[in-house]
């Protein structure tokens, strides 16, 4: 039996922390002392523990109770529900999920999870899911990630693989003191690097940033809001509109060209397709010359500021940033294509200081040196299904089974879902314009949703399992970005019935009588100590120990050496291209893609372009809806987790998330701080408190991601959400036929104060309960 130590350890995705005790109960998070720059998020843990929204026993929507599939899915969101005992409601899965395979086949199964509920890596809810339904005969599963689909889709594509993405950055000793001037496109915000998938011990960023910055490198901040830079870089902002940074680095791209500072040499040498890409830019194709002018008059950006950052980005040693965010857009692949062309232009790319890097500051550790061997994970099995759909794209697929569709020079088909199986993730969180998703989460037969708190995937659904959180369970996290393995370790006993979701899966796979196979005769404390020997197999090939697993387990951290000899990314490339060819078809840097080009899609033709999109500040739709929304990611929760929390709580405007705006905006419209308005377009309309400030330029209105989804009439597609939550809002598009990703920041809304009587906030509550 594992023991949990008198200085119990709680490994997080925002951090490890220090967990003080008091007769048995945890009283307060400290955070991990060796962690330079902590994150505040700690604060909600304890007291969201055992609040008023809490799950405590299994719970079945009423109809559904009564009629089982029968009942239709008119009613999610809106009904009642039944408490019942754990022996029903696992019979009761069992029997939908039997019921299912065999009237429909285990690809009418859909395995949905987003693998944020847990750092740790056994009790990763995602690969719970999914390795329980390929235990039972397979699922339909899902492709990439909210987080930076439209890039995993086109850099293998220009770059062989995906480095620079998520993996293989060039590391902060590589840019400090090498690099000399620091384009950010999109920023680099600080919120957004307190938060990792797999655990944080250091939070590393302004480190990173403040020793270029110390060591001579000035910086450059391009981003609608000025503080998606930290304050203390002093860096220049360039606020373009949103959505048309393809448009001024095609500009920046064009002075480089008239006035011969490109690097023909590196491009000659390392790309392929320069001559019609800049075709393209100087207008020999099509007649428009890409000048700065021409950019200034799509993205506001004055045509001289253009021409002197280009000038100045060729003079100077320079290391282009550009965050995910960027490419949650429509058209979202052509800003990753187009910087990865402008540091070719340059030609630095492998080069000590300068090249290309994506997401710097849009998860913790990008950037830091990393050894190649990866932590272990729980197996997720073999999934004798092989279809699937992108992430992004689950409402067309409940909308539309059977219609064809365009992905990645793929001709599709979306599969025919009849139930869906949801663990660790709030889709009515990640996902865009939630009244749709909505209609089309009415459409299966049966939703099965692992939840802790009453949020609205849980109020969704037909079953909902109650699950236990990672402070009520034993794990182990590890991260590769932070060279860390942590010890997680419960400081409070599972509130209610809730149960962990291997013990959950465990007894189900039982009753569908593939128990052995989901569990290889392992319990939690197996599961654990084996992910902890095969860590130790993996860092002694690299000549390190791990202690032995007790003292680890006392001591609750172990964060290995910096790995030494790093190597700026594509530098062995860019030094031999002909020894060290790229994994594309040309063995170089595609700035022209003959694949591309040959799949035919006019929404991603075969080289970085100016593509307009549906919605931005320049599109006819602006005349009704002025205002472009930025729905970027929380400071005071991660996601949508411990919106209930006390930190995320303490921002909230009379209870509703706040929304920055410009001054002049403010005044036009007669609104000042602290002001209720209703935010609204053709898609749907939410409420929030007014914060008015010039962080935000004109035009733009900003409001964070993660308030809980809290309609006005529950059940009714169309309600006004009286919470605050931006993807009532957003455009529920494909970034492209390419990389079908989503397009959240391509949203135009208007807002007008808010009149009578503020509605309740209620999604801290639970629903009714029979």
């Not at 890039?151 to 590391?171: F, M, N, S």
Request: proline share 7%.
């Amino acid at each position: 039996m594992l023991i949990t130590p008198d200085e119990p350890t709680v490994a997080t995705h925002w951090g490890v922390y220090r967990a003080r005790m008091k007769d048995g109960a945890a009283v307060a998070l400290e955070p991990y002392e060796h962690d330079p720059d902590p994150s505040p998020l700690g604060l909600s843990m304890i007291g969201a523990l055992d609040d008023g929204c809490r799950i405590r026993r299994p719970a079945v929507r009423a109809s559904f109770l009564e009629k089982g599939a029968a009942a239709g899915g008119s009613g999610r969101g809106g009904e009642p529900f039944v408490e019942i005992d754990w022996p029903q409601a696992l019979d009761l899965v069992a029997r939908e999920i039997a019921r299912v395979r065999e009237s429909h086949g285990n690809g009418a199964i859909f395995g949905g999870s987003y693998g944020w509920s847990s750092a740790g890596r056994f009790h990763h809810a995602q690969s719970q899911v999914h390795r329980f339904l390929n235990a039972v005969g397979g699922y339909v599963r899902s492709i990439s990630n909210y987080s930076f689909a439209a890039a995993d889709a086109i850099l293998p594509h220009v770059l062989g693989d995906k480095r620079g993405l998520d993996a293989g950055h060039t590391t902060w000793d590589q840019l400090a003191g090498h690099a000399e001037l620091i384009v950010m496109f999109g920023g680099t915000p600080h919120k957004n690097a307190q938060v990792g998938s797999g655990g944080i011990s250091r939070h590393l960023l302004r480190e990173g940033m403040t020793a270029c910055r110390d060591r001579g490198a000035s910086f450059v901040c391009i981003s609608p809001i000025r503080d998606d830079a930290m304050a203390e870089l002093d860096a220049r902002w360039i606020a373009p509109r949103p959505n048309t940074d393809v448009a001024l680095m095609l500009a920046l791209a064009h002075t480089l060209i008239e006035e011969g500072l490109h690097d023909r040499e590196f491009l000659a040498r390392c790309t392929t397709g320069f001559d019609r890409f800049a075709g393209y830019v100087t207008g020999a194709v099509d007649g428009v010359p890409k000048t700065p002018d021409w950019a200034q008059a799509i993205s506001g950006v004055p045509a001289e500021t253009i021409r002197t950052l280009a000038r100045e980005m060729a003079r100077r040693r320079t290391m282009i940033m550009m965050s995910w965010s960027l490419q949650r857009a429509e058209h979202g692949e052509q800003p990753y294509w187009m910087a990865i062309a402008l540091a070719a232009m340059i030609g630095q790319i492998g080069l000590p200081g300068g090249g290309f890097g994506f997401g710097y500051a849009s998860a913790n550790g990008v950037g830091n040196p990393v050894y190649p061997f990866s932590w272990p994970t729980l197996p997720q099995g073999s999934n004798a299904i092989s279809d699937s759909i992108p992430v992004a794209r689950i409402a067309d697929a409940l909308l539309h089974p059977g219609a064809p569709y365009d992905f990645n020079g793929e001709k599709r088909r979306y599969p025919d879902i009849r139930l869906i199986y949801w663990a660790g993730g709030n889709p009515f969180h990640h996902h865009q314009d939630i009244n749709r998703l909505i209609a089309a989460w009415r459409r299966p037969e049966t939703v099965i949703v692992h939840e802790s708190w009453w949020n609205a995937t849980a109020r969704h659904a037909d079953i909902v399992l109650p699950a236990s959180t990672a402070m009520e369970r034993n794990d182990i996290a590890s991260s590769s970005r932070d060279r860390m393995i942590a010890a997680c370790h419960p400081i409070s006993e599972p509130i209610g019935e809730s149960r962990s979701d291997y013990e959950i899966f465990a007894d189900l796979a039982g009753l569908l009588g593939a128990r052995e196979t989901f569990t290889e005769g392992r319990d939690e404390e197996g599961w654990i100590r084996h992910f902890y020997t095969v860590a130790r197999q993996r860092v002694a090939e690299y000549g390190m120990e791990l202690p032995d697993f007790e003292s680890f387990w006392k001591t609750g951290i172990v964060t290995l050496p910096e790995p030494q000899e790093q190597t700026p990314l594509l530098a062995e490339f860019a030094a031999d291209p002909q020894a060290h060819p790229l994994k594309t078809p040309s063995g170089r840097i595609e700035l022209f893609s003959e694949r591309i080009a040959g799949f035919g899609y006019d929404d991603c033709p075969g080289h970085p372009i100016w593509l307009v999109p549906r919605e931005w500040l320049g599109a006819p739709l602006a005349e009704r809806f002025p205002l472009h929304l930025i729905s970027n990611q929380p400071a005071s929760k991660l996601h949508s987790q411990y919106d209930n929390g006390a930190l995320s709580r303490s921002t909230k405007i009379d209870g509703r998330e706040p929304l920055r705006i410009h001054p002049e905006d403010a005044r036009a419209r007669g609104l000042g701080d602290g002001d209720i308005v209703r935010v609204f377009n053709e898609r749907g309309a939410c409420l929030a408190g007014i914060v008015v400030s010039d962080a935000v330029m004109p035009g733009v209105v900003q409001m964070a991601t993660g308030a809980w989804y809290d309609p006005l009439e529950p059940g009714r597609v169309g309600s006004l959400d009286k919470h605050g939550n931006p993807n009532v809002l957003t455009q529920d598009r494909g970034s492209s036929r390419l990389g079908q990703a989503t397009i959240a920041h391509s949203c135009l809304v208007e807002i007008v104060r808010h009149e009578g009587e503020l509605p309740p906030i209620t999604c801290y509550e639970p629903p009714p309960l029979i």
